[in-house]
């Protein structure tokens, strides 16, 4: 069965360094996220990506964040300059299209010290 | 700010028994609906999807919607330990991004 995979699976960083996440969404899937969630607290919704560009991103998404899709099959999630309150698990997740199921990979814990 | 709000729990319920999970949501124009069941330090995984008034079933598990009131529901019928886990409700309610409630603790009694 088609899944989403993310690596890696547990990130540890110091605070102020450059961090990549990397997904590879299901493959006929056309609309990529982001979320995140700290620890004890609920999903939620960092960015989405259609036809190579920001489809939709939320307050959270700030300058820090950048996504990209360099090749036919990746989609990566880059913060800039990582601060203590961005450890957290980030789920990429990807749908056909954008009101129907969204298919969720496995997670990167980010461990910012 | 659209919200969507679910008892933390923990809901206790014996095995065998029916599990009633729910669910409101602040946008009135929101179109479709989702149940995901996450467990310890696992991602989302979905359970059911809904997209008009009424009830929709799979194998032991009931989704219901009511858009009058803003509310969805889950069942979870004869309900085994496996089931022990957190259940998110999550709405469509943006152009594209899911929002989600912090969800539902629940544990299946042996």
């Known amino acids: 069965e088609p899944e989403v995979t993310q690596t890696p699976s547990h990130q540890v960083t110091q605070m102020g360094q450059e961090v990549i996440l990397r997904c590879v969404p299901i493959?006929?899937?056309?609309?990529f996220y982001w979320y995140r969630q700290i620890l004890g607290q609920k999903v939620e919704f960092l960015v989405s990506?259609?036809?190579?560009?920001?489809?939709?991103k939320s307050e959270i998404f700030d300058d820090q964040f950048s996504v990209e899709r360099p090749d036919g099959s990746n989609f990566t999630l880059k913060i800039r300059s990582t601060k203590l309150e961005d450890s957290a698990m980030y789920f990429c997740?990807?749908?056909?299209?954008?009101?129907?199921?969204?298919?969720f990979g496995a997670g990167t814990r980010l461990s910012v010290l | 700010q659209k919200e969507v709000e679910q008892n933390s729990g923990p809901l206790s319920v014996p095995e065998g028994a029916i599990a009633s999970l729910n669910c409101t949501y602040s946008?009135?124009?929101?179109?479709?609906f989702f149940w995901y069941r996450q467990y310890s330090g696992k991602s989302p995984e979905l359970i059911m999807s809904?997209?008009?008034?009424g009830d929709k079933e799979d194998g032991r598990f009931t989704a219901q919607l009511n858009k009058a009131s803003q509310y969805v529901s889950l069942l979870i019928r004869d309900s085994q330990p496996s089931d022990s886990a957190t259940y998110l409700c999550?709405?469509?309610?943006?152009?594209?991004?899911?929002?989600f409630g912090k969800g539902t603790h629940l544990i299946i009694q042996p």
């Open positions: 946008d009135r124009v929101s179109q479709s």
């Open positions: 999550a709405v469509n309610d943006r152009a594209d991004g899911l929002t």
């Open positions: 990506f259609y036809n190579n560009e920001i489809s939709e």
């Open positions: 493959s006929n899937h056309l609309y």
């Open positions: 809904i997209y008009s008034n």
């Open positions: 997740a990807s749908s056909i299209d954008k009101k129907n199921i969204q298919y």
